[in-house]
């Protein structure tokens, strides 16, 4: 399974519960061990030619772990529907019973007007480079504000928080 992340600092705690060691660092940085941690890069651009490097190279499932704006900070979600907010185009992914279902809309720019459900700024990109390699992917968001990017929860805290829930999911 390929584990994306956006920044070293939402994948630190996972590289380090899972022990992975860095095999490449340009032009992403990618991890492995058990499973491949790829830190790609904030943003829809970045998020796609990160995605699309490492299935060429590695054709697997993806499983997207990052933060996101919402109402309950350090709260674990399931995404099962992510809106592109520049193109409108809905993808649905597949229901997990195991956390709270919700729905992601992705923004080029960090949310800052509270909005029905969760935003992040990679999540639509990641669906469809995902579909364009025919690889199922997995999003789970916490999220770390309340539409206030510069209010924004130390993210290791919160995925170290949630790293149990993650880990099982694995």
């Known amino acids: ?6 920044t070293t600092t939402e994948a630190r ?8 060691q860095k095999k490449q660092k340009v032009p992403f940085a990618i991890y492995e061990g058990a499973h491949t941690l790829l830190i790609g890069g904030i ?3 970045k998020a796609a030619a990160s995605l699309s490097h490492i299935l060429a190279l ?3 499932p993806v499983l997207n772990i990052g933060l996101a704006a919402g109402e309950e900070i350090g709260r674990l979600y399931h995404i099962r529907k992510v809106i592109d907010a520049d193109t409108y185009h809905v993808y649905h992914l597949p229901l997990l019973d195991m956390l709270p279902n919700e729905t992601c809309t992705t923004h080029s720019r960090p ?8 935003a992040d700024m ?13 690889q199922p992917i997995t999003i789970l968001k916490i999220v770390s504000d309340h539409f206030d990017p ?3 929860e130390r993210s290791n805290h ?6 149990p829930k993650i880990l099982s999911l694995l």
């Not at 919160?158 to 790293?163: D, E, F, G, P, V």
Request: proline share 6%; charged share 15%; hydrophobic share 45%.
């Open 111 to 118: 949310a800052a007007t509270p909005h029905k459900g969760l």
């Open 158 to 163: 919160l995925i170290a928080q949630n790293l």
């Open 43 to 45: 943003g829809k651009c």
């Open 1 to 6: 399974m390929i584990i994306y992340c956006a």
């Open 150 to 152: 510069k209010n924004m």
């Open 58 to 60: 590695y054709p697997q």
């Open 122 to 134: 990679e999540a639509s990109a990641l669906v469809c480079t995902a579909k364009l390699y025919r």
């Open 13 to 20: 705690p996972i590289i380090e519960a899972l022990g992975l």
